[in-house]
């Protein structure tokens, strides 16, 4: 099973950018899907992005965040841009070896140990 390990995380102000890059073990990184999820205090896990040949976004999101790979590295990353005090949670990366992994966690196979994202107002 793939293993995912997450950096990247951080304090910034509101307004900055922050780029979190996730590496994945195995030879398989291709096939799978990566997703992006967050948590904040408090509340349930949620999707944020996922791409398996382009990405797709969650409303809160879309426009200020962008999901990438490198196959050849075995890297997912998110550039986040425009961050908002909201945006505060640890972010966790998973893979999904679905066709269609979609949004919810459980077609999310694999999942990181999570990297802190904390945005000041």
């Known amino acids: 099973q793939v293993q995912l390990v997450e950096s990247g995380g951080g304090l910034v102000q509101a307004g900055g950018s922050l780029k979190l890059s996730c590496v994945a073990s195995?030879?398989?990184?291709?096939?799978?899907?990566m997703g992006w999820f967050r948590q904040a205090p408090g509340k349930e896990r949620e999707f944020v992005a996922v791409?398996?040949?382009?990405?797709e976004y969650a409303d809160s999101v879309k426009g200020r965040f962008t999901i990438s790979r490198d196959n050849a590295k075995n890297t997912v990353y998110l550039q986040m841009n425009s961050l908002k005090p909201e945006d505060t949670a640890v972010y966790y990366c998973?893979?999904?070896?679905?066709?269609?992994?979609?949004?919810?966690?459980?077609?999310?196979?694999?999942w990181g140990q999570g990297t802190q994202v904390t945005v000041s107002s």
């Open positions: 998973a893979a999904s070896n679905r066709i269609v992994a979609g949004t919810s966690e459980a077609r999310y196979d694999a």
């Open positions: 195995g030879r398989t990184f291709s096939t799978y899907a």
């Open positions: 791409i398996r040949w382009s990405g």
